[in-house]
């Protein structure tokens, strides 16, 4: 089976890991700063904050923007569940903007227009979680700018986005949001087996998720509200979680980090080759935006479903069969059975609906030969057209 991605180790990151099961630290040790350092300065943002999952880090962000009760939070219903789940976590409410139909980020339009409806009804969200979908960008500028006027804060989730650019400059420097968070996981464009990080210009937040990614204690004294005990005294002054990274997975992204222009130069390679191979097919390719530049975590198409007379389904079986390992990204939040008890519907985002009943990921990940992108793209070229119904039988 071809995957649909893959992470890819070699002996250097094994013998990253090794060296901190060598040492004295395995889980708060000196890596986890040490990495924080490292990608906050990759993207040119001043602070960062590891954590064991980009939903904790998401999770946390939106605690420390002073997310709760009371509160929304707006999202694309085209993302993981993470997207959304967080603003739930803070005992927020929920809802979501469609997408763009060539993009499949959150649409510029249908945003502008859910926003003067809100305002107008007193229902303006206080974040807004842009996602980067498959690794383009989203508009940010003009998502800042509306942000500007209504008054709300921005938390990019760039989980699929590390490494790529937006206006030329790299996802995570912050330009136009208050926090961006990467994600680790293996499959995504860099890997520490679990883990994500949230990276932000603002001191105050980022004290914040630092805290609350460790059960909000402290040893500073100047926090504590009274003189410690002794040398081993703490105090835990809120609230908090334990969504540490570990010094075993810092080293890892350390040691993945060093690779990333490889890994995306790769991708965009791959994805670059699927473009010629496959532009004679009834599908639609990936859209670029032209001011961006994606990491390409995914390759999604659309099937042109009313050309080929098939399901998605059927395309999927079929390539499945044949060791395609295709996937589908994303189920539309909204029709998740626990966000219908909420009281959402089908129709409710048609752009993000449509587009799901069509979409297929192909595979893509940096270690993926050409031979086999040739096996992918001729299998799909013998689904659509063995599958097709006899029109004269």
């Excluded at 909000?216 to 005990?229: A, K």
């Excluded at 835990?236 to 040691?255: E, H, P």
């Excluded at 059975?337 to 069509?358: I, N, S, V």
């Amino acid at each position: 089976m071809i995957p649909y991605g893959h992470q890819s180790i070699d002996q250097k990151d094994i013998f990253a890991i090794i060296d901190v099961l060598r040492s004295d630290f395995l889980t708060q040790g000196p890596k986890v700063p040490e990495f924080e350092r490292a990608v906050s300065n990759y993207c040119c943002a001043k602070y960062a904050a590891a954590t064991n999952s980009a939903t904790s880090a998401l999770h946390i962000a939106c605690l420390a923007l002073g997310l709760g009760p009371g509160d929304i939070l707006w999202t694309s219903p085209i993302t993981f569940v993470a997207s959304a789940n967080c603003a739930l976590y803070c005992g927020a409410r929920i809802d979501f903007v469609d997408i763009d139909p060539k993009t499949y980020n959150m649409s510029i339009q249908a945003l502008q227009a859910k926003l003067v409806e809100a305002e107008q009804a007193g229902t303006l969200p206080k974040i807004i979680i842009p996602v980067h979908f498959s690794g383009q960008p989203c508009e940010m500028e003009k998502i800042a700018d509306l942000a500007d006027e209504y008054g709300f804060s921005i938390i990019e989730d760039a989980s699929h986005a590390i490494g790529a650019r937006y206006h030329n400059e790299l996802v995570g420097g912050c330009h136009y949001s208050d926090v961006t968070i990467f994600s680790f996981h293996p499959v995504k464009i860099i890997t520490t087996a679990e883990g994500g990080m949230a990276v932000t210009n603002i001191p105050h937040l980022a004290h914040k998720m630092q805290l609350l990614r460790n059960h909000c204690i402290t040893r500073d004294t100047d926090q504590m509200t009274h003189l410690p005990d002794g040398p081993w005294y703490y105090q835990q002054i809120g609230l908090g979680f334990n969504y540490r990274m570990t010094d075993i997975q810092a080293a890892l992204g350390l040691s993945q980090l060093s690779k990333l222009a490889a890994f995306v130069k790769r991708r965009k390679s791959l994805a670059r080759r699927y473009d010629r191979l496959l532009a004679d097919l009834p599908i639609t390719r990936p859209y670029q935006y032209p001011d961006s530049s994606s990491a390409w975590h995914l390759y999604t198409i659309r099937l042109d479903l009313e050309k080929i007379s098939l399901t998605r389904r059927n395309v999927f079986e079929y390539l499945r069969e044949k060791g395609i390992g295709v996937n589908v990204h994303y189920i539309p939040v909204h029709t998740q059975p626990y966000y219908q008890k909420m009281g959402f519907t089908l129709g409710m985002f048609p752009e993000a609906e449509k587009y799901y009943q069509e979409t297929l990921t192909l595979p893509l990940f940096p270690a993926m030969t050409e031979e086999n992108q040739n096996l992918v793209v001729e299998s799909l070229k013998s689904a659509l057209k063995d599958l097709q119904p006899d029109k004269n039988p």
